[in-house]
């Protein structure tokens, strides 16, 4: 299925353990080549285990999946897949560098490749030390270094910032930034909704074990609107309506909600003003992911949703 | 195959524990096969008895005594790291990160195995070069004279004493490939064979006659076996071992409990989700 340009495609993919819990519910997941996808969803929504699948670590009770064109797993797409699955699980007997030559191994890829992956996340300096010593955000950073050995065409993190302080989750924020800059394909789990709206092209929210939502993350806001404040109100909802049609325009707080381009903000403020309405405030209104979000999930939180 | 076997065996020469647990078993072979033994014939006072200890200590008894306590102690330490290079793997959650990796599960577990086998080889070899010099020792310092078990002996009692210790270290990787750790494991192992094996043979046994039967093919039993077949027939009383089958059965059921070992852990990893 690696067809014009889909790296990651589920149909139906469901995982059930037992006759209760339904982890993972019928996803149907589209990763295009190139992009930095968002695997948004609360904290026990289904993500990692829809990450586990992918990865072939467990199977699907039905549905299928496939990556770079393979089944979950193949050894063939495994080579081009780099993955951080929850948190990072290294030998805390081996050093950093240690670390890395195993996965090297496994991964059969030569050793010089070790040296620039600690220089990409700025762990050379600590690389000899044990994995054991390392603060939580030098194990996520071996942990991405680990996923770059193989230079991958695909690179599946799962919730990176997980711990980190903020100085930590703005650097590992830049540094998925900058991999995803290239042709590299970035398939991102997280519940932290700034850090998705930041990074990714396109969001998949997953609430409940279900894919709720697929798209841009313009598109998931809702479409562009403008915010009108005047007075007098009524007279402003006419005027607006005979320009944009009523179906376009509702009261909101005593204020003008209109689903209208934001660049025809100066043409309603002219019209407004030419009925001698007096607008005290015209400005392009976004929902933030957020409030999509919580609208989405009907759940109650700020920023982080877990 | 190759590449993970090449993971594998960085990762057991960089564990502090897999030193441990290969210096054990050479300590105490050194400790109750020579220093013991050539301790106690400097005190014995009974010249006939002092005769016997110090040619049972001679070159010419070089297998008996490096693969006597395999049966037992050695097969509790090989186990030991058996479940701890597999059930780590679950505790510290790395198994998922080499599968994740390109390999493919059978090639990590086939890895795995032949690493442990090249381990278990080691510590056989170790095991009859250490007991070869301290043998040495003795006759030179006694003026006894140096007779070696012939090659063929020699490739016999290599062959069995690997075969015995990895049968055991294959019973500890199945347990932890079953229970997906470590203590569990171990603890089980253990007892089997400090305990469970030795209450069916000195209690059961007597008693009853399937149990009589039963021993028959337990592991531990056809291990201690094994090694009395590669003696010279003498009253052997090294804990462990016995001569309830004869050598050819006991190597036969050995290699069935790790074709067995082998294909139970394989299947648990092959089938099973890895959380």
């Given at each position: 299925?690696?067809r014009?340009?889909?790296l990651v495609?589920?149909?139906?993919?469901?995982?059930?353990?037992?006759?209760?819990?339904?982890?993972?519910?019928r996803?149907?997941?589209?990763?295009?080549?190139?992009?930095?996808?968002?695997?948004?969803?609360?904290?026990?929504?289904?993500?990692t285990?829809?990450?586990?699948?992918?990865?072939?670590?467990?199977?699907?009770?039905s549905?299928?999946?496939?990556?770079l064109?393979?089944?979950?797993?193949?050894?063939k797409?495994?080579?081009?897949?780099?993955?951080?699955?929850?948190?990072?699980a290294?030998?805390?007997?081996?050093s950093?560098?240690?670390?890395?030559?195993?996965?090297?191994?496994?991964?059969?890829?030569?050793?010089?490749?070790?040296?620039?992956?600690?220089?990409q996340?700025?762990?050379?300096?600590?690389?000899?030390?044990?994995?054991a010593?390392?603060?939580?955000?030098?194990?996520?950073?071996?942990g991405?270094?680990?996923?770059?050995?193989?230079?991958p065409?695909?690179?599946?993190?799962?919730?990176?910032?997980?711990g980190?302080?903020?100085?930590?989750?703005?650097d590992?924020?830049?540094?998925?930034r900058?991999?995803?800059?290239?042709?590299?394909?970035?398939?991102?789990?997280?519940?932290?909704?700034?850090?998705?709206?930041?990074?990714?092209?396109?969001?998949g929210?997953?609430?409940?074990?279900?894919l709720i939502?697929?798209s841009?993350?313009?598109?998931?806001?809702g479409g562009?609107?403008?915010?009108?404040?005047?007075?007098?109100?009524?007279?402003?909802?006419?005027?607006?309506?005979?320009?944009?049609?009523?179906?376009?325009?509702?009261?909101?707080?005593?204020?003008?909600?209109?689903?209208?381009?934001?660049?025809t903000?100066?043409?309603?403020?002219?019209?407004?003003?030419?009925?001698?309405?007096?607008?005290?405030?015209?400005?392009?209104?976004?929902?933030?992911?957020e409030?999509?979000?919580?609208?989405m999930?009907?759940?109650?939180?700020e920023?982080n949703?877990? | 195959?190759?590449?993970?076997?090449?993971?594998?065996?960085?990762?057991?020469?960089k564990?502090?524990?897999?030193?441990?647990?290969?210096?054990?078993?050479?300590?105490l072979?050194?400790?109750?096969?020579?220093?013991?033994?050539?301790?106690?014939?400097?005190?014995?006072?009974?010249e006939?008895?002092?005769?016997?200890?110090?040619?049972?200590?001679?070159?010419?008894?070089?297998?008996?005594?490096?693969?006597?306590?395999?049966?037992?102690f050695?097969?509790?330490?090989?186990?030991?790291?058996?479940?701890?290079?597999?059930?780590?793997?679950?505790?510290?959650?790395?198994?998922?990160?080499?599968?994740?990796?390109?390999?493919?599960?059978?090639?990590?577990?086939?890895?795995?195995l032949?690493?442990?086998?090249?381990?278990?080889?080691?510590?056989?070899?170790?095991?009859?070069?250490l007991?070869?010099l301290?043998?040495?020792?003795?006759?030179?310092?006694?003026?006894?004279?140096?007779?070696?078990p012939?090659?063929?002996?020699?490739?016999?009692?290599?062959?069995?004493?690997?075969?015995?210790l990895?049968?055991?270290?294959?019973?500890?990787?199945?347990?932890?490939f079953?229970?997906?750790?470590?203590?569990?494991?171990?603890?089980?192992?253990?007892?089997?064979?400090?305990?469970?094996?030795?209450?069916?043979?000195?209690?059961?046994?007597?008693?009853?006659?399937?149990?009589?039967?039963?021993?028959?093919?337990?592991?531990?039993v056809?291990?201690?076996?094994?090694?009395?077949?590669l003696g010279?027939?003498?009253?052997?009383?090294?804990?462990?071992?016995?001569t309830?089958?004869?050598?050819?059965?006991?190597?036969?059921?050995?290699?069935?409990?790790?074709?067995?070992f082998?294909?139970?852990?394989?299947?648990?990893?092959q089938?099973?989700?890895?959380?």
């Amino acid at each position: 299925m690696d067809r014009g340009g889909t790296l990651v495609e589920t149909r139906d993919l469901t995982k059930r353990y037992g006759p209760r819990t339904m982890a993972v519910d019928r996803a149907n997941l589209t990763v295009r080549r190139g992009e930095v996808y968002g695997f948004l969803g609360p904290n026990g929504a289904g993500k990692t285990t829809t990450l586990r699948m992918l990865l072939g670590l467990i199977r699907p009770t039905s549905g299928t999946a496939s990556v770079l064109g393979r089944p979950p797993g193949d050894p063939k797409s495994l080579s081009r897949v780099g993955a951080l699955v929850e948190s990072p699980a290294f030998y805390p007997y081996l050093s950093g560098r240690d670390n890395l030559r195993v996965i090297a191994r496994y991964a059969g890829v030569p050793k010089e490749r070790i040296e620039a992956a600690l220089e990409q996340v700025d762990l050379k300096d600590r690389a000899r030390h044990k994995f054991a010593t390392y603060s939580l955000g030098m194990k996520q950073r071996l942990g991405v270094a680990a996923t770059l050995l193989k230079d991958p065409e695909l690179l599946i993190l799962d919730e990176p910032t997980n711990g980190l302080d903020p100085a930590g989750m703005a650097d590992m924020r830049d540094l998925i930034r900058s991999l995803g800059s290239g042709e590299r394909t970035v398939l991102l789990s997280s519940h932290l909704l700034g850090e998705v709206e930041q990074i990714c092209d396109r969001v998949g929210v997953i609430s409940k074990g279900r894919l709720i939502a697929e798209s841009t993350v313009e598109e998931l806001r809702g479409g562009a609107a403008l915010l009108v404040a005047a007075r007098p109100l009524d007279r402003a909802r006419e005027r607006v309506e005979r320009l944009l049609g009523a179906g376009r325009v509702q009261t909101v707080d005593g204020t003008l909600w209109l689903d209208a381009d934001p660049a025809t903000a100066g043409r309603i403020n002219r019209e407004l003003v030419g009925a001698n309405v007096e607008v005290t405030e015209l400005r392009p209104m976004e929902r933030t992911l957020e409030e999509v979000f919580l609208e989405m999930t009907n759940q109650k939180g700020e920023g982080n949703v877990g | 195959m190759l590449a993970s076997f090449s993971a594998e065996m960085l990762k057991l020469y960089k564990r502090p524990a897999t030193w441990i647990l290969i210096t054990i078993p050479l300590v105490l072979n050194q400790v109750f096969s020579y220093l013991v033994p050539y301790t106690s014939y400097l005190r014995a006072e009974n010249e006939g008895v002092a005769e016997r200890i110090l040619t049972n200590r001679l070159p010419e008894d070089l297998i008996l005594n490096s693969i006597g306590g395999f049966p037992m102690f050695g097969g509790a330490i090989l186990l030991t790291l058996g479940a701890l290079s597999v059930g780590s793997e679950y505790g510290w959650g790395t198994l998922k990160t080499a599968l994740a990796q390109r390999p493919g599960r059978l090639s990590v577990y086939a890895g795995k195995l032949i690493a442990l086998g090249v381990v278990v080889l080691a510590i056989v070899l170790a095991t009859f070069a250490l007991g070869a010099l301290s043998s040495s020792a003795i006759a030179l310092s006694q003026s006894e004279a140096r007779e070696w078990p012939s090659l063929a002996d020699l490739t016999v009692g290599l062959a069995s004493g690997w075969l015995i210790l990895m049968t055991w270290c294959l019973f500890g990787v199945m347990l932890a490939f079953v229970f997906r750790g470590t203590a569990l494991p171990i603890g089980l192992g253990v007892v089997w064979i400090m305990g469970i094996e030795n209450l069916i043979v000195n209690v059961a046994a007597p008693l009853l006659d399937f149990a009589d039967e039963l021993q028959k093919g337990l592991p531990e039993v056809n291990a201690g076996s094994l090694v009395s077949a590669l003696g010279r027939g003498e009253e052997i009383t090294t804990p462990g071992l016995n001569t309830l089958v004869d050598g050819t059965q006991a190597a036969l059921v050995l290699v069935a409990y790790t074709i067995a070992f082998v294909l139970i852990a394989g299947f648990a990893l092959q089938r099973r989700d890895v959380a």
